[in-house]
């Protein structure tokens, strides 16, 4: 089973709005990352938010973490057509092998 | 930097044959983990490699097999093909264990 679950699994907004992901995982994490991929092709690394941290920026995006939830989120603000994708989160483990495991993503779609 | 590159890009194979995937890791990488991703899954996690070692292995039977040479660079071996293998196979690499990975564009392999 994957570790990390996005919500939701599909998102559709227009070009300025904000749009927000959610992740939620069942074990304590080490660190959780977020990836973008375009059209089924390689992922790209977005940003990696540590156990102990709660919130990163990273330009337009925003990315926070409640470990007692056991859950994070990604804000993109001012979305962009260019922003259209599949987003994932992927969890390392505490103690484990450092594998990050994926979710199955959020499809972002945005309309010009 | 050059980025992880991964050949060939598509490759169509018949069931029962065997196939080599290749990935060439990003500069001073020295981890290096393959994923398999079915159609609008998220990428699940084959092995790892660190330091020509496989570290870490995910949930695929046997007859997945890989290597990681001396400069890092990594093959895939997949025998006796299903119909199932078909999928976009993803390379990574990182620089620490567990931490951001840098994706190769991936091969999408067709089993017939």
């Known amino acids: 089973s994957q570790q990390g679950e996005e919500d939701p699994q599909a998102l559709s907004i227009q070009e300025g709005e904000n749009a927000t992901m959610n992740c939620s995982y069942k074990?304590?994490?080490?660190?959780l990352q977020w990836y973008r991929q375009n059209s089924g092709r390689g992922l790209v690394h977005l940003i990696l938010?540590?156990?102990?941290?709660r919130e990163k920026h990273s330009g337009r995006l925003r990315v926070t973490l409640d470990t007692s939830k056991k859950s994070s989120s990604l804000l993109i603000t001012a979305s962009r057509a260019a922003d259209t994708a599949s987003y994932f989160c992927?969890?390392?483990?505490?103690?484990?092998?450092?594998?990050?495991?994926f979710g199955r993503g959020t499809s972002l779609i945005v309309h010009p | 930097e050059t980025g992880v590159t991964q050949s060939p890009t598509h490759l169509i194979k018949t069931r029962g044959q065997q196939v080599t995937l290749r990935c060439s890791s990003q500069?001073?990488?020295?981890?290096v983990s393959w994923y398999q991703q079915a159609l609008g899954q998220g990428p699940q996690f084959i092995f790892q490699?660190?330091?020509?070692?496989?570290?870490g292995r995910g949930n695929f039977p046997p007859r997945f097999s890989g290597l990681q040479f001396p400069n890092y660079s990594s093959e895939l071996n997949v025998n006796a093909l299903e119909l199932d293998d078909s999928a976009l196979y993803l390379c990574?690499?990182?620089?620490?264990?567990?931490?951001?990975?840098?994706f190769g564009p991936g091969t999408r392999l067709t089993v017939t």
């Open positions: 938010i540590r156990s102990n941290e």
């Open positions: 990574a690499s990182s620089r620490l264990q567990g931490y951001e990975q840098y």
């Open positions: 074990t304590s994490i080490n660190n």
């Open positions: 500069s001073g990488h020295n981890t």
């Open positions: 490699y660190y330091r020509e070692e496989e570290n």
């Open positions: 992927a969890t390392v483990v505490s103690g484990g092998s450092y594998i990050p495991t």
